[in-house]
């Protein structure tokens, strides 16, 4: 894609799997503890942003500059499918070690309002990885600037 980046498609998987399994799991531990409930939607929004401000931060140090609309658009657009990708996984197991879910999921809603939101999810994983990549590598770059960060190289 670029001279001194490659996507980390592990890396981001990494971050992504991670906060996709410890928010939930941490929701349900303040929820039991305190009766505090976090948002559903946190536990897909937040490690999509994380991990596409991972990979703003990864392309930054690589190419010691922030992504340009079509690099931006094609990081969007891979992180998309690997995200769409892990979330269909982590989905299938809840559904196969929890089946009352998907049949609630099925006869609540129907298949078609059920694509439509996954037609929406997709939307809205692409937009923020579009807009978190730029973000983490122009939040880089400034740090960079200020000399902040260390170099790990």
Same mark, same amino acid.
């Given at each position: 894609?670029? &001279?001194?980046?490659?996507?980390?498609?592990? %890396?981001?998987?990494?971050?992504?799997?991670?906060?996709?399994?410890?928010?939930?799991?941490?929701?349900?531990?303040?929820?039991?503890?305190?009766?505090? &409930?976090?948002?559903q939607?946190?536990?897909?929004?937040?490690?999509?942003?994380?991990?596409?401000?991972?990979e703003?931060?990864?392309?930054? %140090?690589?190419?010691? %500059? /922030?992504?340009?609309?079509? &690099? %931006?658009?094609?990081?969007?657009?891979?992180?998309?499918?690997? /995200?769409? /990708?892990?979330?269909?996984?982590?989905?299938?197991?809840t #559904?196969?070690?929890?089946?009352?879910?998907?049949?609630?999921?099925?006869?609540?809603?129907?298949?078609?309002?059920?694509?439509?939101?996954?037609?929406?999810?997709?939307?809205i994983?692409?937009?923020?990885?579009?807009?978190?990549?730029?973000?983490?590598?122009?939040?880089?770059?400034?740090?960079?600037?200020?000399? #902040?960060?260390?170099?790990?190289?």
């Open positions: 894609m670029t &001279e001194g980046y490659k996507i980390g498609y592990w %890396r981001f998987s990494a971050w992504f799997l991670g906060l996709s399994i410890a928010i939930p799991a941490a929701s349900f531990a303040l929820k039991a503890a305190t009766g505090v &409930e976090l948002g939607f946190a536990g897909t929004i937040i490690p999509m942003i994380v991990a596409s401000m991972q703003g931060v990864q392309f930054a %140090r690589g190419t010691k %500059r /922030a992504p340009g609309g079509k &690099e %931006r658009f094609l990081m969007a657009r891979m992180l998309t499918c690997i /995200a769409i /990708a892990w979330t269909s996984v982590l989905v299938f197991v #559904v196969l070690f929890a089946p009352q879910i998907g049949a609630v999921l099925m006869s609540t809603l129907g298949p078609a309002v059920l694509m439509g939101l996954i037609l929406f999810m997709i939307a994983f692409f937009f923020m990885a579009w807009m978190f990549v730029g973000m983490g590598a122009r939040n880089e770059m400034k740090l960079v600037s200020k000399n #902040v960060t260390k170099d790990f190289e």
